[in-house]
């Protein structure tokens, strides 16, 4: 599966946006689809996850409750809501596929995802 992602920019704190992953490729709908995150000179961070169909959802402690992850599998296409977003949420986002193979939770590794959009960029400003 091949991703793209969008819908990064520049906001003030306290601001929202809704990034979104298009998918291509026959997979998408059985695949986990995760984002990860990545500031200069940092390892790329796990920011949430969603199964192929939407039953389990994993989030970084720092983005629960402002973050909220979902997909429409209809439209091949991953998004990720965030919410009263503050400086430390600077970053670029990235989002991940990887086929699934079942469990409770969601790959939190980014070594476990071998399909990876360009990435969008998100400044939040204080």
């Known amino acids: 599966v091949q991703l793209q992602a969008s819908g990064g920019g520049l906001v003030q704190t306290g601001d929202s946006l809704r990034l979104s992953c298009a998918a291509s490729?026959?997979?998408?709908?059985?695949?986990?689809i995760a984002w990860f995150r990545q500031t200069q000179g940092k390892e790329r961070e796990f920011v949430a996850g969603?199964?192929?169909?939407?039953?389990?959802?994993n989030y970084a402690d720092s983005v629960k409750g402002r973050f909220t992850i979902s997909r429409d599998n209809a439209k091949n296409t991953g998004y990720l809501q965030m919410n009263s977003l503050n400086p430390e949420d600077t970053a670029v986002y990235y989002c991940?596929?990887?086929?699934?193979?079942?469990?409770?939770?969601?790959?939190?590794?980014?070594?476990?995802?071998?399909?990876w959009g360009q990435g969008t960029e998100v400044t939040v400003s204080s």
């Open positions: 991940a596929a990887k086929g699934w193979t079942g469990g409770t939770s969601i790959y939190q590794s980014r070594r476990e995802y071998d399909n």
């Open positions: 490729g026959r997979t998408f709908s059985s695949s986990v």
């Open positions: 969603i199964s192929p169909q939407g039953y389990i959802r």
